[in-house]
């Protein structure tokens, strides 16, 4: 049951297929071929050659990157449904340069790199659809850069509140965040150890602003305002976030 006065805002990230126009989709169905994968699949390494492009109808995947042989991997990306991912290396024509990790089962349309590179050619509305989505990640991923010298509290709520705003679903005591992630994930998409990650999770727990479960984080109540959450929600509404948790009204700046 939804908590009183929650309606769903739009998701935070722009999709790919929605801005299609019913003949560019069939035309992307026929080079596409539907694939499913199992949580914790690897499908596709950093390096692979050639890899293909990814329309990802259901599921969770993390986009992921290991900065020397020996380091523990860098959460880049989040991917759910709607997103396309592998655009970047094939209209750069190179190998993989993040790996792609499921953390829910996943279906997805896989595409050969260069049949997408050639559907993007021939489709200037696709191109500029690709385009107007690299630039809000590019966008969204600065916004993150810039919370690398912030305290790890304030890293924490930022990734929690785009989590809630993209990933969200209601629960019977508020907006639950279900998407396979644990703190050693949490800990690597913030760039903080998993020791002052679990630290600031338990005081937010010990302050009634999240409960958690497996893989689980159920927000309670509105998250404080340690950042800024135009820079954090960035494409929603203003009201966007406002909407998602009981007793909270939104206000124009």
Not at 46 to 56: K, R
Not at 155 to 174: C, M, N, S, W, Y
Request: proline share 8%; hydrophobic share 40%.
């Amino acid at each position: 049951m939804r908590p009183a006065g929650w309606t769903r805002p739009p998701r935070g990230r722009l999709t790919f297929t929605a801005e299609l126009t019913d003949w560019s989709r069939r035309r992307l169905e026929a080079i596409a071929k539907p694939v499913c994968y199992p949580a914790t699949a690897n499908m596709v390494n950093e390096g692979d050659p050639a890899p293909p492009v990814y329309i990802l109808e259901s599921g969770v995947v993390k986009v992921q990157r290991t900065a020397q042989g020996d380091s523990s991997p860098m959460i880049l990306d989040l991917g759910g449904p709607g997103d396309v991912l592998g655009v970047e290396d094939c209209l750069a024509g190179r190998p993989s340069h993040a790996a792609f990790v499921t953390t829910k089962p996943v279906k997805a349309l896989e595409i050969p790199q260069r049949a997408f590179f050639t559907f993007l050619r021939d489709n200037h509305q696709a191109m500029a659809a690709i385009g107007q989505i690299l630039a809000h990640r590019i966008r969204l991923r600065d916004t993150a850069l810039a919370f690398s010298s912030v305290k790890v509290r304030s890293r924490l709520i930022a990734f929690l509140v785009r989590l809630l705003a993209v990933h969200g679903e209601p629960g019977k005591d508020g907006i639950v965040i279900d998407i396979g992630l644990n703190h050693s994930d949490i800990a690597s998409a913030i760039g903080a150890s998993v020791a002052s990650v679990t630290a600031e999770m338990v005081k937010l727990k010990d302050e009634g602003y999240i409960a958690t479960g497996y893989k689980t984080i159920h927000v309670k109540k509105p998250l404080r305002p340690d950042v800024s959450p135009p820079l954090v929600t960035e494409n929603l509404p203003i009201d966007g976030l406002a909407h998602r948790l009981p007793g909270v009204t939104s206000r124009q700046c």
